[in-house]
């Protein structure tokens, strides 16, 4: 059997278990006994379905519509009506990871756009500093002295700042996951042209021997942002990617499909651009030495990674669990 026949045969009684979910998840009282027997067949069978499209077709995306759909009938099958906060504990432990997980392809290829408009800029900058007002906006390439970079002017407010900060970032990220209906275009011009900025700056800062003071005022704050822009544009590059080749769906179920775990994404970097915006209004700008900066951009790459790590290890117990009840 094939992909297409596959789909073709279960198509419906997927179909019925996606409004089984929706009316248990609604309101479970409205649902008689046999409305219960029923959605736990179609349960078991979709069970049965995941387990075959895992085996002969692991990299399709009816795979992973399939766990998405048997997850969903798993937890209203097995658990309780869990509170707000453990609905939001879930979803920052393992729900959010689970995705990460599974487009990290999309998100590497986001930071590669980044890095290719940071070196172009970089080069061309180290080339002829002029080139900086033919890269960046001229209010910010006016504002940039390259002989001194010290913030710690007293005149800041670092509350204010960070506030300030965060909602760019934000609104950058926001743009950068909506830049996904425009079948991705948008997406990768808002990765480029962030790359483009960062790398002016840095090649400005280097021609003027400055580079290791530049990156002290970049990278405490960076290495979160950075990573939560990288996200955000994964997201907005797979959508635009599921409108361009939609596979054996239709664009719009492609779009319907994959806006919803985009959202997810984007949702999942706000506590990072949260505390990106903590340590660039309050830690770069104060007087501590740039070693310590450095230090502060070392143990957030830590904490990122013991992040994914413990998520994955609690998705990889979760996933075990629903295994065996399936």
């Known amino acids: 059997m094939n992909i297409q026949q596959f789909i073709k045969q279960n198509r419906e009684e997927w179909k019925q278990l996606e409004q089984y979910i929706t009316m248990l998840g609604k309101n479970k009282r409205s649902l008689t006994g046999k409305d219960i027997d029923q959605f736990n067949r179609l349960y078991q069978k979709s069970a049965q ?26 937890n209203l099958l ?19 990871i689970g995705l990460l997980l599974e487009q990290w392809k999309a998100v590497i290829v986001a930071m590669v756009l980044f890095a290719v408009g940071a070196l172009a800029a970089f080069l061309s900058v180290l080339d002829d ?32 700042m960070s506030a300030t900060i965060m909602t760019n970032n934000i609104q950058v990220a926001f743009l950068a996951f909506a ?3 425009t079948f991705g275009i948008l ?5 480029v042209s962030n790359g483009i900025m960062v790398g002016a700056l840095a090649g400005l800062f280097w021609n003027y021997g400055n580079s290791y003071e530049f990156w ?24 635009g990617y599921k409108l361009f080749a939609p596979g054996a769906f239709s664009r719009g179920f492609q779009l319907k499909r994959q806006a919803k775990r985009s959202v997810q994404l984007l949702l999942g970097t706000i506590p990072l651009f949260i505390i990106a915006g903590i340590i660039e209004g309050f830690i770069t700008p104060a007087s ?8 502060v951009a070392l143990l957030t ?10 998520g994955k290890i609690l998705l990889r117990k979760n996933n075990t669990k629903a295994t065996l009840h399936s």
Do not use: C, W
Not at 216 to 239: K, N, Q, R, S
Not at 302 to 310: C, D, E, N, T
């Open 179 to 181: 830049g996904g209906i």
């Open 288 to 295: 501590l030495s740039l070693e310590t900066k450095y230090a």
């Open 49 to 74: 379905h995941l387990s075959y499209s895992h085996t002969y077709f692991p990299d399709e995306d009816v795979t992973d519509y399939l766990n998405e759909l048997v997850a969903k009938a798993h």
């Open 129 to 160: 500093p002029l080139n900086l007002y033919s890269l960046l906006p001229e209010r910010i390439a006016q504002s940039v002295n390259p002989e001194q970079l010290d913030t710690n002017t007293g005149s800041v407010d670092a509350s204010l």
């Open 216 to 239: 002290a005022y970049i990278v405490p704050h960076g290495v979160i942002e950075l990573t939560a822009i990288f996200i955000a544009g994964g997201a907005g590059l797979l959508m």
């Open 78 to 96: 097995y658990k309780d009506q869990v509170s707000s906060f453990r609905q939001i504990r879930t979803f920052f432990g393992t729900t959010f």
């Open 187 to 191: 997406t990768v011009y808002i990765m």
């Open 301 to 310: 790459l830590a904490g990122l990674i013991l992040y994914v790590a413990s």
